[in-house]
């Protein structure tokens, strides 16, 4: 027969679609029926056609499955083609959804854009600097080694000490100490002074980073008499030489308070820029031949010790080796180690990066937390928001799928958008994490650790894409479980009534529950955190900042004796105190906020002779500092000019002192020793009670002062802070200061003037910083909070709009609808705004070390956010239901 | 472009095939056998399983595609017929072949010179 007219026989199977096998079988069963057909046609038997037939076909086994084979290959083909058609079907439906509702697109992608940012933000900020190591080779292995008070975060360490961890350890394979020096060189016309980091042998060797340009130190140059030699920051080689490799060689003349004498480098070396431990230059410690006493050496901890641990050996290993060595040391030198001071201490070891993150470690996973809750209310939000157009589209899904497409391609559609939706939300976010990492650079406090390391790194781009899909698929959770659970059929009939069964609205409400107490939950942080702010903020000083500047004036290595150093402070103050437009002025090592630097045994009238003599804080100062500070004299006097060597032994104590010394007795009048080192302790008389100040700082608890005067008794240091108490605008302060400085000794680099708003600012940064960022946090989760009952509200009150019509037509009062159409509401809000108090109350003692002045469990706090929320939600609530009642009745009677 | 010298015979029944199913589609395999047999003038006659193979592969390139058909005496059967891939691919094949068919003709035609 023709080609052309067989096919007409057969009619059209609507999608058969049998398994692999069975198509080819049936296919070539057709062929071979056929043959044998026309075999038996052709007069053979039936047997002998299908032998004929099997001939033919050969080996029949092999082909067969050669052929199912490809079949089944191009089944599966087919199969992925149709899903990923689907697919694409869905994204541009998703995109056309989308865009025909421009408002619900754009609150959701905002929404989730806020929410992603913080998290992203936050992400960077833990990544760069909890997480990220230090830049230096195998930094997993650099240890910081120090004194450790029951068993805390290890400081410095005493230059003996140091040395006897370099002869004994085993545990370390390198180990140097590093201190700070001030060095007044001369550049250009000026006197400047430059921050030198007097380092030991094995400094590179610890840290693994050769220098840039030209040579580390070497072991010639740490001997006594060796020509001094000093290696460049790459800041300061940038700086100041302009990165002229020609810096080499080139020699430095420094003078300063660290020096003996005039002392002339030669440069020879620059170091790599990433190697910034905040230094303008590193100079080779000599530690034979040092110039300091024995027993200065023994009680001033100075030198901070950096080691890399050997191989092999872990972190407990080294900190057991390290307690073994202190041990030692204390039984040789039990002079040095005995008494109230050394009680807890011994020597530890941490992680540098441990060591370098520790003080913002807590804080950051608190900051961390705040940001994935808003995170987390972002979405539920979203969810909220989404769930609701779902609903609304119940009719319309209802069509679609009358017409064929089953319940599980609307549910793969509904999450498809949703997945669009945070794809756009996330990158919205990302976007707005870049001005976020950029803000928090900006803003953060200076003693931020690692903060200008700060940044968006890929690790963090990648969590963000799997956010993206996280609260994709989360977001969109919620209605997919209703379009399951309800399905679609059955809905066609439904009037506008479609949609608002009890169980949905019971989901919504729910997620607005749970937006609710997360939002108290954050409100609550904030509020603790702001309070702690505000008491950091109203801390009685116990002096008088305003008006008053401080300034920093460090002397050359010429002042090397005590009386120099007291001549020239003396002077200075006095100088500037006799200043037009300056009222008054004074001089001390150690300012409140600028550290204690001297803390000495303090003997008093009526100490029990068995008892050890407590250690105080105690400052050499000029004449007349109090009234510079602004310090009020409560009792008896201040310190005066007359106060010096020759005449009567004197001291002041402040009030947290004398009620320590003398509890039940009036302070003025008795006598006190002040015993450091071997140092002469003569009787002194206490001739006035002054007012308690901070010592270090604003957090701690005062600390009992006592005051001397510093021409009676005096230690030397390299420099001393200028207190001046003046209403001249700082500019003109500043010159009438320089020139002051410049007329007793040119040689001395022009000091700066901080008014002392500065370091107090400075103190109050970190805390306003975490209270600010936290409550940006919270007002955004309560404002999504409130806009999600808001919409929940408006919702359900459409529902009920016929039900208010009707009761306004029977005369019932506004104040009565109102309550109740949103008393359901304003139940829910209050369940919300409960748990999340409940929650906050078991948690907030995590925060407890960020906070001052404040329990974790401050009533006042908790009931303030109650107030705020339960207002906020009440008035979201009430708005809808009070439009609902303005409809004239005729309208809401219809309305249905 | 020059043709290789031995034939490809892959390619030659997939030609042949397509050829008979644009012509006469959609048809089932069988009737593609009986058409390429009686048009040779018996001189082709395709192996069964080479057949179908052939076609599988060619509905798999997507040269051909198939539906399922059921005869009055309820044998259900497979008809291919030419996609407009396949069209173009047949196209571009006689090209090839026709090409080829010159050439040999040319380097066997008695005479022409060989050219030094």
Request: with cysteine; charged share 20%.
């Given at each position: 027969?023709?080609?052309?007219?067989?096919?007409?026989?057969?009619?059209?199977?609507?999608?058969?679609?049998?398994?692999?096998?069975?198509?080819?079988?049936?296919?070539?069963?057709?062929?071979?029926?056929?043959?044998?057909?026309?075999?038996?046609?052709?007069?053979?038997?039936?047997?002998?056609?299908?032998?004929?037939?099997?001939?033919?076909?050969?080996?029949?086994?092999?082909?067969?499955?050669?052929?199912?084979?490809?079949?089944?290959?191009?089944?599966?083909?087919?199969?992925?083609?149709?899903?990923?058609?689907?697919?694409?079907?869905?994204?541009?439906?998703?995109?056309?959804?989308?865009?025909?509702?421009?408002?619900?697109?754009?609150?959701?992608?905002?929404?989730?854009?806020?929410?992603?940012?913080?998290?992203?933000?936050?992400?960077?900020?833990?990544?760069?600097?909890?997480?990220?190591?230090?830049?230096?080779?195998?930094?997993?292995?650099?240890?910081?080694?120090?004194?450790?008070?029951?068993?805390?975060?290890?400081?410095?360490?005493?230059?003996?000490?140091?040395?006897?961890?370099?002869?004994?350890?085993?545990?370390?394979?390198?180990?140097?100490?590093?201190?700070?020096?001030?060095?007044?060189?001369?550049?250009?016309?000026?006197?400047?002074?430059?921050?030198?980091?007097?380092?030991?042998?094995?400094?590179?060797?610890?840290?693994?980073?050769?220098?840039?340009?030209?040579?580390?130190?070497?072991?010639?140059?740490?001997?006594?008499?060796?020509?001094?030699?000093?290696?460049?920051?790459?800041?300061?080689?940038?700086?100041?030489?302009?990165?002229?490799?020609?810096?080499?060689?080139?020699?430095?003349?420094?003078?300063?308070?660290?020096?003996?004498?005039?002392?002339?480098?030669?440069?020879?070396?620059?170091?790599?820029?990433?190697?910034?431990?905040?230094?303008?230059?590193?100079?080779?410690?000599?530690?034979?031949?040092?110039?300091?006493?024995?027993?200065?050496?023994?009680?001033?901890?100075?030198?901070?010790?950096?080691?890399?641990?050997?191989?092999?050996?872990?972190?407990?290993?080294?900190?057991?080796?390290?307690?073994?060595?202190?041990?030692?040391?204390?039984?040789?030198?039990?002079?040095?180690?005995?008494?109230?001071?050394?009680?807890?201490?011994?020597?530890?070891?941490?992680?540098?990066?441990?060591?370098?993150?520790?003080?913002?470690?807590?804080?950051?996973?608190?900051?961390?937390?705040?940001?994935?809750?808003?995170?987390?209310?972002?979405?539920?939000?979203?969810?909220?928001?989404?769930?609701?157009?779902?609903?609304?589209?119940?009719?319309?899904?209802?069509?679609?799928?009358?017409?064929?497409?089953?319940?599980?391609?609307?549910?793969?559609?509904?999450?498809?958008?949703?997945?669009?939706?945070?794809?756009?939300?996330?990158?919205?976010?990302?976007?707005?994490?870049?001005?976020?990492?950029?803000?928090?650079?900006?803003?953060?406090?200076?003693?931020?650790?690692?903060?200008?390391?700060?940044?968006?790194?890929?690790?963090?781009?990648?969590?963000?894409?799997?956010?993206?899909?996280?609260?994709?698929?989360?977001?969109?959770?919620?209605?997919?479980?209703?379009?399951?659970?309800?399905?679609?059929?059955?809905?066609?009939?439904?009037?506008?009534?479609?949609?608002?069964?009890?169980?949905?609205?019971?989901?919504?409400s729910?997620?607005v529950g749970?937006?609710i107490?997360?939002?108290?939950?954050?409100?609550?942080?904030?509020?603790?955190?702001?309070?702690?702010?505000?008491?950091?903020?109203?801390?009685?000083?116990?002096?008088?900042?305003?008006?008053?500047?401080?300034?920093?004036?460090?002397?050359?290595?010429?002042?090397?004796?005590?009386?120099?150093?007291?001549?020239?402070?003396?002077?200075?103050?006095?100088?500037?105190?006799?200043?037009?437009?300056?009222?008054?002025?004074?001089?001390?090592?150690?300012?409140?906020?600028?550290?204690?630097?001297?803390?000495?045994?303090?003997?008093?009238?009526?100490?029990?002779?068995?008892?050890?003599?407590?250690?105080?804080?105690?400052?050499?100062?000029?004449?007349?500092?109090?009234?510079?500070?602004?310090?009020?004299?409560?009792?008896?006097?201040?310190?005066?000019?007359?106060?010096?060597?020759?005449?009567?032994?004197?001291?002041?104590?402040?009030?947290?002192?004398?009620?320590?010394?003398?509890?039940?007795?009036?302070?003025?009048?008795?006598?006190?020793?002040?015993?450091?080192?071997?140092?002469?302790?003569?009787?002194?008389?206490?001739?006035?009670?002054?007012?308690?100040?901070?010592?270090?700082?604003?957090?701690?608890?005062?600390?009992?002062?006592?005051?001397?005067?510093?021409?009676?008794?005096?230690?030397?240091?390299?420099?001393?802070?200028?207190?001046?108490?003046?209403?001249?605008?700082?500019?003109?302060?500043?010159?009438?200061?320089?020139?002051?400085?410049?007329?007793?000794?040119?040689?001395?680099?022009?000091?700066?003037?901080?008014?002392?708003?500065?370091?107090?600012?400075?103190?109050?940064?970190?805390?306003?910083?975490?209270?600010?960022?936290?409550?940006?946090?919270?007002?955004?989760?309560?404002?999504?909070?409130a806009?999600?009952a808001y919409?929940q509200v408006?919702?359900l009150?459409?529902?009920?709009?016929?039900?208010?019509?009707?009761?306004?037509?029977?005369?019932?009062?506004?104040?009565?609808?109102l309550a109740s159409v949103s008393r359901d509401s304003i139940t829910l809000a209050m369940a919300g705004l409960l748990?999340?108090?409940?929650?906050?109350?078991?948690?907030?003692?995590?925060?407890?070390?960020?906070?001052?002045?404040?329990?974790?469990?401050?009533?006042?706090?908790?009931?303030?956010?109650?107030?705020?929320i339960l207002a906020t939600i009440t008035l979201a609530c009430i708005f809808p239901a009070?439009?609902?009642?303005?409809?004239?009745?005729?309208?809401?009677?219809?309305?249905? | 472009?020059?043709?290789?010298?031995?034939?490809?015979?892959?390619?030659?029944?997939?030609?042949?095939?397509?050829?008979?199913?644009?012509?006469?589609?959609?048809?089932?395999?069988?009737?593609?056998?009986?058409?390429?047999?009686?048009?040779?003038?018996?001189?082709?006659?395709?192996?069964?399983?080479?057949?179908?193979?052939?076609?599988?592969?060619?509905?798999?390139?997507?040269?051909?595609?198939?539906?399922?058909?059921?005869?009055?005496?309820?044998?259900?059967?497979?008809?291919?017929?030419?996609?407009?891939?396949?069209?173009?691919?047949?196209?571009?094949?006689?090209?090839?072949?026709?090409?080829?068919?010159?050439?040999?003709?040319?380097?066997?035609?008695?005479?022409?010179?060989?050219?030094?």
């Open positions: 027969m023709t080609l052309r007219s067989s096919w007409k026989r057969y009619f059209r199977i609507q999608a058969w679609r049998g398994s692999a096998e069975k198509e080819v079988d049936t296919e070539l069963q057709f062929h071979i029926q056929e043959l044998v057909d026309r075999y038996v046609d052709q007069g053979m038997s039936e047997t002998e056609a299908r032998r004929r037939v099997e001939d033919r076909f050969g080996e029949y086994g092999p082909m067969r499955e050669e052929l199912v084979r490809s079949q089944e290959r191009r089944t599966r083909r087919r199969r992925h083609q149709g899903i990923a058609d689907d697919l694409r079907l869905d994204f541009r439906l998703s995109l056309r959804t989308l865009v025909r509702r421009p408002r619900f697109s754009v609150l959701a992608i905002l929404t989730l854009g806020l929410g992603v940012g913080a998290c992203v933000t936050l992400s960077s900020v833990v990544n760069s600097v909890l997480l990220k190591p230090l830049p230096f080779p195998e930094s997993n292995r650099l240890m910081h080694v120090g004194t450790t008070r029951g068993g805390g975060l290890p400081g410095r360490l005493t230059m003996p000490e140091f040395l006897a961890i370099r002869q004994q350890t085993h545990t370390l394979e390198y180990v140097a100490a590093y201190h700070t020096v001030s060095l007044i060189v001369q550049l250009d016309q000026q006197p400047d002074q430059l921050v030198a980091g007097e380092v030991t042998e094995d400094f590179f060797r610890v840290f693994g980073i050769p220098p840039l340009l030209g040579r580390a130190f070497e072991e010639e140059d740490f001997r006594q008499g060796a020509s001094p030699v000093a290696i460049l920051s790459h800041r300061v080689w940038i700086q100041q030489w302009g990165g002229d490799e020609g810096a080499l060689g080139r020699r430095v003349v420094a003078h300063g308070p660290d020096l003996e004498e005039v002392v002339t480098y030669t440069i020879v070396g620059v170091m790599a820029p990433d190697f910034d431990l905040g230094f303008d230059l590193l100079v080779p410690q000599q530690i034979t031949g040092t110039i300091w006493a024995e027993e200065f050496m023994f009680t001033n901890w100075t030198h901070s010790v950096v080691g890399r641990m050997a191989d092999g050996r872990d972190e407990a290993q080294v900190g057991a080796e390290m307690n073994a060595i202190a041990g030692r040391l204390a039984s040789e030198y039990p002079q040095y180690y005995s008494g109230s001071l050394h009680q807890d201490r011994s020597i530890g070891a941490m992680l540098l990066l441990d060591k370098t993150v520790h003080s913002a470690r807590a804080s950051t996973w608190l900051l961390f937390g705040a940001a994935a809750l808003l995170l987390v209310i972002a979405v539920v939000n979203v969810s909220g928001l989404y769930l609701a157009r779902v609903l609304d589209q119940r009719h319309e899904l209802a069509v679609r799928g009358a017409l064929g497409a089953g319940t599980g391609r609307l549910a793969r559609q509904t999450l498809t958008e949703s997945l669009v939706l945070s794809v756009l939300g996330t990158s919205v976010g990302v976007i707005l994490a870049f001005a976020g990492v950029r803000t928090f650079r900006v803003l953060g406090p200076a003693n931020f650790p690692r903060l200008d390391t700060i940044s968006i790194g890929l690790g963090v781009l990648g969590f963000s894409a799997a956010l993206a899909l996280a609260t994709g698929v989360l977001a969109g959770a919620a209605p997919v479980a209703i379009l399951g659970k309800q399905g679609c059929g059955g809905t066609l009939n439904g009037g506008s009534r479609v949609g608002r069964s009890k169980g949905t609205g019971r989901l919504r729910g997620l749970v937006q107490s997360l939002a108290a939950y954050l409100l609550v942080g904030s509020g603790l955190l702001v309070r702690s702010f505000w008491n950091l903020h109203e801390t009685e000083l116990g002096f008088t900042p305003e008006n008053l500047s401080v300034s920093t004036v460090t002397l050359p290595g010429s002042y090397d004796t005590v009386e120099e150093y007291v001549r020239f402070f003396t002077n200075a103050s006095r100088r500037l105190a006799e200043t037009q437009g300056v009222d008054a002025a004074s001089w001390v090592p150690d300012p409140p906020l600028y550290g204690g630097w001297w803390y000495p045994e303090i003997v008093f009238d009526g100490m029990p002779p068995d008892q050890n003599p407590p250690y105080m804080n105690t400052h050499t100062v000029g004449p007349e500092y109090f009234a510079s500070m602004g310090i009020p004299v409560l009792r008896g006097r201040g310190i005066t000019p007359r106060d010096r060597a020759g005449t009567g032994l004197v001291a002041v104590v402040d009030e947290v002192a004398a009620a320590w010394l003398w509890p039940s007795d009036e302070a003025v009048g008795k006598r006190i020793r002040v015993v450091s080192g071997q140092e002469p302790s003569p009787w002194l008389t206490v001739v006035g009670v002054v007012a308690g100040t901070p010592g270090a700082s604003l957090t701690r608890d005062p600390a009992p002062q006592v005051y001397v005067p510093a021409q009676q008794r005096a230690q030397r240091y390299g420099q001393a802070r200028l207190v001046v108490r003046s209403d001249l605008p700082p500019t003109a302060l500043v010159e009438r200061l320089q020139s002051v400085i410049r007329a007793l000794d040119p040689s001395i680099p022009p000091p700066t003037l901080f008014p002392y708003s500065t370091p107090l600012a400075a103190h109050l940064r970190t805390p306003r910083f975490y209270a600010l960022l936290i409550g940006a946090f919270s007002i955004m989760a309560v404002t999504l909070a806009v999600g919409s408006a919702y009150v459409m529902g009920k709009t016929r039900e208010i019509g009707i009761r306004k037509a029977l005369g019932a009062g506004v104040w009565r609808i748990a999340g108090l409940v929650l906050a109350a078991g948690t907030s003692r995590v925060m407890e070390s960020l906070l001052f002045g404040i329990e974790p469990l401050d009533l006042i706090t908790f009931l303030a956010v109650g107030f705020v009070f439009r609902a009642t303005r409809i004239p009745s005729v309208e809401a009677l219809r309305s249905d | 472009m020059s043709s290789s010298v031995a034939s490809n015979l892959y390619g030659d029944l997939d030609l042949l095939v397509l050829h008979m199913v644009e012509r006469g589609g959609p048809v089932h395999g069988l009737d593609v056998m009986d058409a390429i047999e009686t048009r040779s003038g018996g001189e082709i006659s395709v192996e069964d399983g080479a057949l179908y193979r052939c076609l599988h592969r060619l509905e798999g390139r997507g040269l051909l595609s198939a539906e399922w058909r059921m005869s009055d005496k309820r044998r259900r059967a497979k008809f291919y017929a030419i996609t407009s891939a396949g069209k173009k691919e047949l196209a571009r094949t006689r090209r090839k072949w026709e090409k080829h068919i010159k050439a040999v003709g040319m380097v066997l035609a008695p005479s022409g010179e060989m050219k030094k």
